[in-house]
Every structure is written in structure tokens, then in C-alpha cells.
């Protein structure tokens, strides 16, 4: 971890020393989509902690590309890295350098993430309020998984010219054989983003979560915090951590953490 953050830095002031192009929005000011061909890229480490096996802590890596087809459409892939032991793979600290986002479902224990493609469309976009359709699959190459995908209905809410609401219901689904049966889940993200300087937002994330995994059905409660900052026009730096079960035995002892850099191309 403490190699790996040097080198996002250095990454992040490579870029904003290259990045001469106008500014992005303000992030509470920005769409639920990219712009029509622009690219962005996200990198982040994460470092995750949770009881498995009487307490085990993981590192991981996230990998992420999206492109803006029209100033509505949006496509994306992400895969994960993950290193160490199987324990250590198991604790997914990949998803905790997913940084400002928290629906990471689908994926397994290997050291490579099952891919993750997704397409999104704006639906509707107004001056307060964003609605967008969200489709993902992912794709089994890890050992052991199962072809899933998940539906969702994204919001966002612009109120005035400091706050934003990033929010909406994820219903992702895997299709594992009996047992222990087909995975579903219903997720409902809230992202409260407060824009305190030009370049600076910041703003506590929770989320609650309903799962179903054969016979067993589960409620989930996470809360955590994020924070971005926009070092150049088209980079931003990003770091969060969370607690994804604060209502179970788990609690406090399942938690991660992230540090991500997002840099985009033709904006």
C-alpha cells in the first residue's frame, strides 16, 4: 500500500502537467454520463479488512475505462486486481480502490476480478434532476463464479450550486446452481457530495442493501465518507472508506479504505 500511493501520485502530476485542456465542471455540476468521445480512466489501490478466518486484511487493485458514445450513452469495462493469499484475495480490497462507488458484485476470490461491462443512458437530464438506465453483466473467468448482471435506475439531484445527491436502486443477480442457489440483491446507494471549493467535494456515502442467497436473506447496512479533488483539468484525485455491514456482528471489523486517481481524454 504504502508503494503503491507514491505511484498515483506521481501518475496524477504527470497528468495534470500535460492536461492544458478547458476544465470539467465542478464535480457536483457534472452529468451522470461522460461527454459524446470523451475517455476516462480510473486507477485505485484499496486495502480491506474482515473477519474471514479470525481476521484477515487484503490488497487490491482497480482497473477501470469509460468512454462517452454520445453526450447520453456511456460504456464501460472494469476488472480487479487482488494479492496475496487466498484470505487475503477473499477480503476483495480491489472494490475499496473502486473510489466514490460502492455496487461491486459479481466477483470471486481469484487474483484477477471477473470483468465487469456495463452501458448506461441518460434518460432524462434537467437542471435539478438526473434519471439514467444502468445494465451491467459480469463475466466468469474467475474460479468458481457464475455469469451475473445487474439492472439499475441512477439519480442524481443538483441542489443549488453546492450539493449533490448521487442515489438510485441496483438489482444485481448471479446465477449460481443449487446450492446455495441464485444470488440476488437489492441496493439502494446514497452519495451526499458537498462542493466546499472549486476543486474540492467531499461527503459521507451510506447505502442499505437486501440480499438473497438461497434460503438466507440478509440486510446490510454501510456507511462511510469520500472525498475528490480536481488537481487539473482533467485529473482528479479520490480516496473513501467504508464500513459495508455497520448492523451485523461484523461491524466494525469489516472495513476498507481507497485511493484512486481518474484522468480523462478529450474533454
Given at each position: 500500500m504504502r508503494k503503491a500511493i507514491p505511484w498515483f501520485l506521481a501518475l496524477?502530476?504527470?497528468?495534470?502537467?500535460t492536461s492544458e485542456a478547458n476544465a470539467a465542471?465542478?464535480?457536483?455540476?457534472?452529468?451522470?454520463?461522460?461527454?459524446?468521445l470523451v475517455f476516462a480512466g480510473d486507477a485505485g489501490v484499496g486495502i480491506g479488512?474482515?473477519?474471514?478466518?479470525?481476521?484477515?486484511?487484503?490488497v487490491g487493485f482497480n482497473l477501470e475505462g469509460a468512454i462517452g458514445i454520445t453526450d447520453t450513452v456511456e460504456l464501460g469495462l472494469r476488472t480487479g486486481v487482488r494479492v496475496g493469499?487466498?484470505?487475503?484475495?477473499?477480503?476483495?480490497?480491489?472494490?475499496?480502490?473502486?473510489?466514490?462507488?460502492?455496487?461491486?458484485?459479481?466477483?470471486?476470490?481469484?487474483?484477477?476480478?471477473?470483468p465487469e461491462f456495463r452501458i448506461r443512458w441518460a434518460a432524462y437530464s434537467g437542471s435539478v434532476a438526473e434519471v439514467g438506465l444502468d445494465g451491467r453483466v459480469f463475466l466468469p473467468i474467475e474460479d468458481g463464479s457464475r455469469f451475473g448482471m445487474m439492472f439499475g435506475v441512477p439519480l442524481a439531484f443538483h441542489i443549488g450550486s453546492i450539493v449533490r445527491i448521487d442515489t438510485g436502486v441496483y438489482l444485481?443477480?448471479?446465477?449460481?446452481?443449487?446450492?446455495?442457489?441464485?444470488f440476488t440483491a437489492i441496493s439502494i446507494p446514497g452519495y451526499f457530495w458537498f462542493q466546499v471549493s472549486e476543486k474540492l467535494w467531499l461527503g459521507p456515502m451510506a447505502g442499505?442493501?437486501?440480499?438473497?442467497?438461497?434460503d438466507e436473506h440478509r440486510g446490510h447496512l454501510l456507511l462511510g465518507f469520500g472525498l475528490g479533488y480536481q488537481v487539473a483539468s482533467a485529473v482528479d484525485l479520490k480516496?473513501?472508506?467504508?464500513?459495508?455491514q455497520v448492523n451485523t456482528?461484523?461491524?466494525?471489523?469489516?472495513?476498507?479504505?481507497?485511493?484512486?486517481?481518474?484522468?480523462?481524454?478529450?474533454?
Open positions: 496524477g502530476t504527470t497528468l495534470a502537467a465542471p465542478r464535480y457536483v455540476d457534472r452529468a451522470i454520463t461522460l461527454p459524446r479488512h474482515r473477519r474471514l478466518f479470525d481476521g484477515v486484511t487484503g493469499s487466498f484470505r487475503q484475495r477473499a477480503v476483495g480490497a480491489d472494490a475499496y480502490g473502486r473510489t466514490l462507488w460502492t455496487e461491486t458484485w459479481g466477483v470471486n476470490a481469484d487474483g484477477i476480478a471477473n444485481p443477480i448471479v446465477f449460481y446452481p443449487d446450492p446455495p442457489g441464485t442499505l442493501r437486501f440480499v438473497d442467497v438461497g480516496t473513501q472508506i467504508f464500513f459495508p456482528g461484523e461491524g466494525a471489523r469489516a472495513w476498507g479504505a481507497g485511493f484512486g486517481v481518474q484522468f480523462r481524454i478529450g474533454e
